[in-house]
């Protein structure tokens, strides 16, 4: 009986604990469902809408708890009340106040978190550091700049009750600027700093030298500024196709520029105010033609102007090295120094009998272990003075130095590598992380390095590779953007390359994978961009491009079509073979051939960029395909099925669809029976840039026993070698004939070719 009475009793507790727990989760999720949209970017780890608002005003007082002196952190809260609402926040104890406080033991986030709790009677930020003190700060801020809890005539703030508890996903949150190949003064670098801090981006990675210009002063090399800082002509490419050759600062047209050492400790001083480590780079062995011009004892030849890369048999370069690290490290108490190592060749070191002997030497197998070798001796040297070395991932050939951080940027491999070799890796591959890319279609932008990189792929990326394991990814520390700068020669173009596409990185590196969601960072992205805008940054703002997204389906041969778009729940509208205009809700199939229309609509206007494609789920999709010779190993997208998969190329060569040859393209395609052929259409692209051309012309032959074939079309091309712009076109055959196989032939005209589909009908 008392035991049936005890059971009752538990069952009871039971059912009381899991209705209480209901009710919290249902109260938490009720209310989130009435929760206001926030505007935070990036979207912090947790928040928890509470009742109630906390209202800021004039008479509202901030302090440190702790007493700490916290002055810039203040002052960054009080710049936005008096900028906004024209007052200044009271810096004294008192009631409904605003608190910091350093706090180890808010045990809810980890280092460089914060815990902010804004409730009717007061508003508490606590961090277990300064640093996660400033990220919340950076969170309040924004919820001040957004006008929906903002009373004009009050001149106050309603904030509603919340509870945020966030910390970033990765240690390791970057940006890197080239000042080599165009140079920007320290402000623009202060002003890219503060626009970091506000995203809670966190390393500055500043490639200072270059074989377009040494950009830092050396007290002791007072000649690398003197005669490598300027050059000859201040567009980049055309010095790079031209003379290739440096100036003194009053040569007539000389263009470059440099750093004091004491403009450095300003920036790096700055820097640190917004808790931004800034990592310098100085580049070796290689891309340091700048230094050879000046000192060309250190090369193997030398002589200036032959070859970029220091000689590594001759222990001057090393003095020279290590003279240079050393006021290097006196400028920057950033842990790590970034030595370059990327794209050296080894053509002056094969042939230097300095470095054949140090080669032999030192028992190297060749000269990928020679500059292994010298990594090493940088990396002792950096670490004798408490430093860490961190490279691009060219360290890892030849075997990496004991405790180097890889910086993987060709793809994600190298750094996989180095994981798994139990090293630190920061990710910055190409596809994802190369701001200099396009980031709307490059037809409508000014010249870029080629790529293709809008806002969204960015956002789609995370930095630990699924093929890691847990203890493998702990090594992977973060991600980090990009900005070489061929093409950017100003500050504005920097700023347009570098937004809005940061603050999908910022979202990448700080917010947990399961909190990410890009459908809701469109709306976020959005607001941002008119918010920059207002604080003068010349952002590049939301394409009105449309992507298609197609989906093949061989089992019921059709090809399922999407429409997406940079912008937030857009209006899209379409046409199909030119018929009639239609409004875009959903998916739609193609079973045959369609030439498709999309474009967007705002305000009842429709964009002037149309989308124009065609897709076509034609007779040879699926069958099989025999390559006289193979694409190139660099491109071969979806290998033998690509050129017959159905799948239309994108507006990069590099998107998985384009196949690349280095040679004529020579295929031969099966179509299983004979049938009646009358259509035969190619993909090709032409960007002259990175060196891709249209093919000279396209030949079609056809056989029913795929032994004697019969040309059935040519076509020559139409599009000029010495065109710019990015060129996509499609090289179309008619006739009538039957057949079984279709043998396919482009032309090379010179570089590479690239071809996405062979369309038969
Ligand atoms: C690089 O882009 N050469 C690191």
Same mark, same amino acid.
Request: hydrophobic fraction near 20%; aromatic fraction near 26%.
């Given at each position: 009986m008392i035991c049936c009475m005890l059971k009752r009793f538990c069952m009871k507790a039971l059912f009381f604990l899991c209705g209480c727990w209901i009710w919290i989760c249902f109260s938490c999720t009720t209310q989130s469902f009435r929760e206001p949209s926030l505007q935070l970017i990036p979207q912090p780890a947790k928040i928890c809408f509470e009742k109630g608002e906390f209202v800021l005003n004039q008479h509202t007082p901030v302090f440190v708890a702790g007493g700490e002196e916290m002055d810039s952190e203040v002052e960054l809260l009080s710049a936005v009340t008096r900028q906004l609402g024209g007052f200044d926040l009271k810096r004294e104890k008192g009631e409904n106040a605003i608190v910091l406080q350093l706090d180890t033991t808010v045990a809810c986030v980890g280092k460089e978190g914060y815990r902010l709790k804004i409730e009717p009677a007061g508003v508490t930020l606590s961090a277990p550091e300064v640093s996660g003190l400033f990220y919340g700060i950076q969170t309040f801020i924004q919820l001040l700049n957004d006008?929906?809890? +903002?009373n004009a005539e009050e001149h106050a703030w309603h904030l509603p009750a919340m509870l945020v508890e966030d910390e970033p996903a990765f240690p390791y949150r970057g940006l890197h600027l080239d000042v080599s190949r165009h140079f920007f003064p320290k402000e623009f670098v202060m002003k890219c700093l503060d626009l970091m801090s506000v995203y809670k981006m966190n390393r500055f990675h500043w490639h200072l030298t270059d074989a377009a210009g040494w950009r830092i002063e050396i007290k002791r090399y007072p000649e690398l500024t003197e005669r490598a800082a300027w050059r000859t002509q201040e567009n980049y490419m055309d010095w790079w196709n031209g003379d290739r050759h440096y100036a003194t600062s009053d040569a007539p047209g000389a263009y470059g520029g440099y750093y004091t050492q004491e403009e450095i400790r300003e920036v790096v001083e700055y820097a640190a105010r917004r808790h931004v480590t800034v990592i310098p780079e100085i580049e070796m062995p290689g891309h340091s033609e700048e230094v050879l011009a000046v000192f060309p004892q250190l090369g193997c030849y030398g002589q200036p102007y032959r070859n970029g890369e220091l000689c590594i048999g001759n222990e001057a370069t090393f003095e020279f090295v290590e003279n240079v690290l050393t006021e290097v490290m006196a400028l920057f108490p950033s842990e790590y120094i970034h030595i370059g190592g990327d794209e050296a060749s080894a053509a002056a070191w094969e042939k230097c009998p300095k470095c054949q002997k140090r080669r032999r030497e030192e028992h190297l197998k060749d000269e990928k272990e020679l500059q292994s070798y010298m990594i090493h001796r940088v990396e002792a040297f950096l670490n004798a003075k408490g430093r860490k070395l961190i490279g691009w991932d060219e360290i890892l050939d030849g075997g990496l130095a004991p405790a180097a951080t890889v910086m993987s940027w060709r793809g994600e491999s190298g750094g996989i590598q180095a994981a798994r070799m139990g090293h630190d890796v920061i990710m910055t591959p190409g596809g994802y992380? +190369?701001? /200099?890319? +396009?980031?709307? /279609?490059p037809r409508t932008q000014p010249a870029a390095i080629g790529g293709f990189l809008p806002y969204l792929k960015v956002y789609s +990326?995370?930095?630990?590779?699924?093929?890691?394991s847990p203890e493998e990814a702990r090594h992977v520390l973060g991600a980090q953007a990009n900005l070489w700068t061929e093409y950017i020669p100003t500050t504005a173009h920097a700023e347009y390359m570098i937004f809005p596409r940061l603050l999908a990185l910022s979202e990448v590196v700080w917010t947990p994978r399961e909190k990410r969601d890009a459908a809701d960072f469109k709306r976020r992205i959005a607001w941002h961009i008119d918010w920059l805008r207002g604080k003068g940054v010349n952002v590049f703002g939301l394409s009105d491009r449309l992507d298609l997204l197609d989906e093949v389906d061989t089992l019921q041969r059709r090809i399922r079509v999407r429409f997406d778009s940079e912008k937030y729940k857009p209006e899209i509208h379409y046409t199909l073979n030119g018929g009639a205009e239609q409004l875009y809700t959903d998916a739609f199939y193609v079973t045959d051939s369609a030439c498709i229309e999309a474009f967007l609509v705002e305000d009842g206007k429709p964009s002037e960029e149309v989308l124009q494609k065609r897709l076509d789920y034609h007779r040879a999709v699926g069958k099989k395909v025999h390559y006289e010779k193979l694409y190139s190993s660099s491109y071969p997208a979806a290998g033998e099925s690509t050129l017959v998969d159905g799948k239309r190329g994108g507006l990069?060569?590099? /998107?998985?669809?384009w196949q690349g040859f280095l040679s004529d393209v020579n295929v031969t395609i099966d179509l299983d029976s004979v049938c009646d052929l009358s259509y035969v259409s190619a993909g090709f692209m032409q960007l002259i840039g990175p060196g891709v051309y249209m093919p000279n012309f396209v030949s079609v032959s056809v056989s029913e026993d795929g032994e004697t074939f019969q040309e059935v079309a040519r076509i020559d091309n139409r599009v000029p070698a010495d065109e710019k712009q990015l060129v996509i076109e499609d090289f179309t055959a008619r006739f009538k004939t039957r057949g079984r196989y279709v043998k396919f032939f482009a032309k090379r005209q010179r570089g590479f070719q690239f071809i996405d589909e062979i369309v038969i009908y």
């Open positions: 006008p929906q809890f +903002y992380c +190369y701001f /200099d890319s +396009y980031q709307a /279609d +990326y995370h930095p630990v590779p699924a093929e890691l990069t060569y590099g /998107d998985g669809r």
